[in-house]
């Protein structure tokens, strides 16, 4: 396995290898001296890893799907598939991973624009948890792309 990030309250995130023959990744979350699996968004291989963790205890990564992988934001016990929270963007945008989430819960990640590798920054807005500034319950708001060059 490999350990990946920690909060200021002492929560951390990491992958854990359950099969090399079959590349099986399980994401865990440490709380409390407990190792939790929160999950995958299905597929034929489990896989899922955990990259980042806020101070809100939002945990973001990569997870096998049936039609592949994608990004993925976990809180509460729900693992969210980032694709599918998308308000607006490009309708070629393909997020393939999610790395890193700040206290706003902004997400720095990966996807596929046009066909062209690209960095983005998503803010989502989760029914039922506010975020600050926003009084919508919009699914995901505000895509700023960025070209690899």
Do not use: C, K
């Amino acid at each position: 396995g490999a350990a990946n990030a920690v909060n200021d309250s002492g929560r951390g995130v990491d992958t854990v290898e359950h099969n090399l023959a079959t590349a099986s990744f399980a994401a865990m979350l440490w709380q409390s001296g407990l190792m939790i699996d929160i999950g995958n968004l299905g597929g034929p291989v489990p896989y899922a890893t955990a990259s980042d963790i806020n101070s809100r205890g939002q945990v973001v990564g990569t997870s096998g799907t049936a039609y592949g992988r994608t990004g993925y934001m976990w809180q509460n016990g729900v693992m969210y598939d980032l694709r599918s929270l998308m308000l607006e963007g490009p309708d070629s945008l393909e997020i393939t991973a999610a790395s890193s989430i700040n206290d706003s819960g902004q997400i720095a990640a990966a996807a596929i624009i046009n066909g062209v590798q690209t960095a983005v920054l998503l803010t989502p807005i989760i029914p039922g948890v506010p975020a600050p500034g926003v009084l919508s319950l919009l699914a995901m708001a505000g895509i700023v792309a960025f070209r690899r060059g």
